[in-house]
């Protein structure tokens, strides 16, 4: 089945500095892979996802990237806030309905 | 209304204690599911409702039984839980299967004494 590993497991930077998080996934088939951020105590909310046919997709200050030929792809986060502070997963899917999910990244950003 | 409610939001039960969580959308999503999460891990997903009819269940055991009253309500039955199964239930939904963005309720705090 397919395997998603994500790393690194914490990241702390600057506010204002970038970040980047990366997962690889084993499963050649997988088309669709998007990110969440939960916040604690809430649930994990969709910031942005990408599909097999695209490589690259950017919302204003998050952006991934997909490289389906080494089977990863990666958040990036630009000029960082405080309010970024979450633990972020990173997801693939393939047309079996099911998402797999990575293992989190913490991420803080200091002041 | 483009939110997953569920309820409630914190649940404190005995082993021998039947409950039930509740979940709720009306963004006219076709798909619903449950997931499981523990403490510093991904979710896990357990059960799967594609117009109304379930579709996965990942080798759950039979103290969790899911119902799908209509298209907008996803219930999960507990019942002679055990302390393990303490954790953060998520439901959550989506357009439809395969693979389209999920959406997810903020979640039921679970505590099994």
């Known amino acids: 089945g397919e395997n998603v590993e994500q790393h690194p497991s914490t990241l702390s930077v600057q506010e204002g500095d970038s970040a980047v998080i990366k997962c690889t996934y084993s499963?050649?088939?997988?088309?669709?892979f998007p990110w969440y951020k939960q916040e604690l105590g809430k649930g994990p909310q969709l910031i942005i996802d990408i599909r097999s046919n695209v490589g690259e997709k950017k919302d204003q200050r998050i952006a991934v990237t997909l490289n389906k030929t080494a089977k990863h792809f990666s958040l990036h986060i630009t000029e960082t806030q405080p309010e970024d502070s979450a633990v972020y997963f990173c997801a693939v899917a393939s047309n079996t309905d099911k998402l797999i999910f990575g293992t989190g990244t913490r991420l803080q950003v200091f002041p | 209304d483009t939110e997953v409610t569920q309820t409630p939001k914190h649940l404190v039960m005995g082993m021998t204690n039947k409950k039930s969580l509740k979940c709720e959308q009306h963004m006219g999503h076709r798909a619903m599911y449950w997931y499981k999460q523990k403490a510093k891990k991904p979710p896990e997903l357990m059960f799967v409702y594609s117009y109304e009819k379930l579709s996965i269940n990942e080798s759950v055991p039979s103290r969790f039984s899911p119902e799908c009253p209509n298209s907008s309500l996803l219930n999960l039955h507990l019942h002679a839980l055990q302390p393990e199964d303490s954790a953060l239930y998520l439901c959550a939904s989506s357009p439809q299967l395969a693979p389209l963005e999920q959406f997810f309720g903020p979640g039921t705090r679970l505590t099994v004494l």
């Open positions: 499963d050649s088939a997988s088309n669709y």
